[in-house]
C-alpha cells in the first residue's frame, strides 16, 4: 500500500502532461484566431479593381501598323514595337521632341524606297535613342539629332545612308548592311563602337566634322567595329578622330580619291592599332599633324598613300628588324 502511495504523484504528473498537450494546441488556436479576426483587412469598395492601371504598370507607347506614318510630340515618351510592321508607300516615324525612347523590341521595321527615313528626329531635337530590333528597305535607316543614342540596331538594305546621328552621339553594337550611300555617318564628338559595317557602296564609317561660326566641330571615336566590303573607304575621318583598333578589308574598290582601308581627309587625327588588309590602300593621308601608330597593313597593294605637301605627321612603316615601339607594319 506504501508503495502504490508513493506512485499516485507520479502518475498524476503523467496525467497532467497528456493534459496539456491535448488542451494547449487548441488554447493556441483559439488565441490566434481571435487576433486575426481583429484585424480584418478592408474591402474593396465596389466598383473598385485593386489592379494598378496599365499606364503604370508600363508606362510605354505600342506602336501599331494604323499608327503610320507615326509623328510624336510628346516630351519624355517611351515607345515600343509589339510585332513585326510592314509598310508599303507609308511614312516611318518622326520624333518632334526631347528625350524620346523608342524600343523595337527584337521586331523589325519594314518600309519602301520614297518613304523617308525609318526614324528620323526633327530639327534640333536631341536626346532621341532608338534599340533593339531591325529596319529594312528605307531611303535612310535612322536619321537622328543631336545626343542620340543607337543601341543594338541593324539596318539593311537602306537606298542612301544606314544610320546618320548628330554631335555628341552613340552607335553602339547596331549593323549597317548593304546601304546606297555610307554605312554610319556619325558627327563630330560622337563615339561609334563594337559595330559591324558591310557592304556599303561609299564609305563604311564617315566620321564629319562642320563649322559653327568661329569654331570646328570634330573629334569622333571609332573603336572596336567590323569594316569590310565597302566600295569606296573602310573608314573616313575629316578632323581630331580616333580610330582605335578596328578591322578594316576589301574597302575602295571604285578606284577614285578617298579609296582606302582608312582614308584620313583632315588634320589632327590619330590611328591606332587597326588591322588593314586586302583594300588598294591601307592608308591614304591626307592632312596635317596625324599621329598613325602601331597599325598593321597586309596584302595592301598599296600600303599608304601619303600626299605631297602634307607636314607634321608621324607615320612610320616598320620592318621585323628595324620596327619601333610605335611604327607601323607593312606586310
Request: charged residues 15%; aromatic residues 6%.
Amino acid at each position: 500500500m506504501r508503495g502504490m502511495r508513493e506512485m499516485e504523484p507520479a502518475m498524476s504528473k503523467v496525467k497532467k502532461r497528456r493534459f496539456l498537450s491535448a488542451v494547449l494546441p487548441v488554447v493556441l488556436i483559439c488565441i490566434w484566431v481571435n487576433a486575426d479576426a481583429g484585424n480584418p483587412e478592408p474591402p474593396v469598395p465596389p466598383g473598385h479593381s485593386t489592379m494598378l492601371p496599365l499606364d503604370e504598370v508600363d508606362p510605354r507607347r505600342p506602336i501599331t501598323v494604323d499608327m503610320f506614318p507615326l509623328t510624336i510630340t510628346e516630351w519624355g515618351t517611351s515607345w515600343y514595337l509589339t510585332r513585326d510592321i510592314d509598310l508599303n508607300g507609308v511614312g516611318g516615324i518622326t520624333v518632334e521632341s526631347d528625350h524620346v525612347n523608342i524600343d523595337l523590341m527584337g521586331f523589325r521595321l519594314f518600309g519602301s524606297y520614297g518613304t523617308g527615313p525609318a526614324i528620323q528626329s526633327a530639327p534640333g531635337r536631341r536626346f532621341v535613342t532608338v534599340k533593339n530590333g531591325s529596319i529594312q528597305a528605307w531611303d535612310v535607316g535612322l536619321r537622328l539629332g543631336l545626343n542620340s543614342a543607337v543601341r543594338n540596331v541593324a539596318v539593311v538594305g537602306a537606298q542612301f545612308s544606314g544610320i546618320e546621328v548628330g554631335s555628341a552621339s552613340l552607335v553602339a553594337e547596331s549593323i549597317a548592311y548593304g546601304s546606297g550611300h555610307h554605312g554610319i555617318v556619325a558627327d563630330a564628338g560622337s563615339i561609334v563602337r563594337d559595330c559591324v559595317v558591310h557592304n556599303n557602296t561609299q564609305n563604311g564609317i564617315w566620321a564629319t566634322t562642320y563649322t559653327s561660326g568661329q569654331f570646328i566641330h570634330e573629334g569622333t571615336l571609332i573603336t572596336g567595329c567590323n569594316v569590310d566590303f565597302n566600295d569606296r573607304n573602310g573608314i573616313r575621318v575629316d578632323g581630331h578622330a580616333y580610330v582605335l583598333n578596328n578591322q578594316i578589308r576589301y574597302s575602295d574598290s571604285l578606284g577614285v580619291e578617298g579609296k582606302a582601308g582608312i582614308w584620313v581627309n583632315g588634320d589632327g587625327n590619330r590611328i591606332e592599332g587597326n588591322h588593314i588588309t586586302m583594300n588598294n590602300i591601307g592608308i591614304d593621308l591626307d592632312g596635317n599633324n596625324n599621329l598613325i601608330i602601331k597599325n598593321s597593313l597586309i596584302d595592301n597593294p598599296t600600303c599608304a598613300d601619303v600626299a605631297p605637301g602634307t607636314t607634321g605627321n608621324v607615320f612610320q612603316i616598320g620592318s621585323t628588324a628595324s620596327a619601333g615601339h610605335w611604327a607601323n607594319f607593312c606586310m
